[in-house]
């Protein structure tokens, strides 16, 4: 699976960017997708996870309610909507796709190369 994330950019604190991930093969919606983010100088930090299915999702406590992760399987395309971004949203976002998921980062088979999202103050 190669996996090719878009639609990163500059914007203003509360604001909102949604970032796509497209990926290749006709396996997409047997994997499991996931965003992480990583700022400078700082680990890679998981963001949120979906099913196979979309029916599952989960996000860490710092985004929750903010950002939605969403796929489209006929599409081969995994989204994340992101709303009411703070300066500390700052970060290169990474999506993933695992066979089986998870939170960290080991486990996670697939990367694409990130988009950088930056919010101003």
């Known amino acids: 699976v190669q996996l090719q994330a878009s639609g990163g950019g500059l914007v203003q604190a509360g604001g909102s960017l949604r970032l796509s991930c497209a990926a290749s093969g006709r396996t997409f919606s047997s994997y499991a997708m996931g965003w992480f983010r990583q700022a400078p100088g700082k680990e890679r930090d998981f963001v949120a996870v979906?099913?196979?299915?979309?029916?599952?999702?989960y996000y860490a406590d710092s985004v929750k309610g903010r950002f939605t992760i969403s796929r489209d399987n006929a599409k081969n395309t995994v989204y994340l909507q992101m709303n009411s971004l703070k300066p500390e949203d700052t970060a290169v976002y990474y999506c993933a796709a695992s066979s089986s998921g998870g939170t960290v980062v080991v486990g996670w088979d697939y990367w694409g190369q990130g988009t950088q999202v930056t919010v101003s103050s």
């Open positions: 979906i099913n196979w299915g979309g029916g599952y999702t």
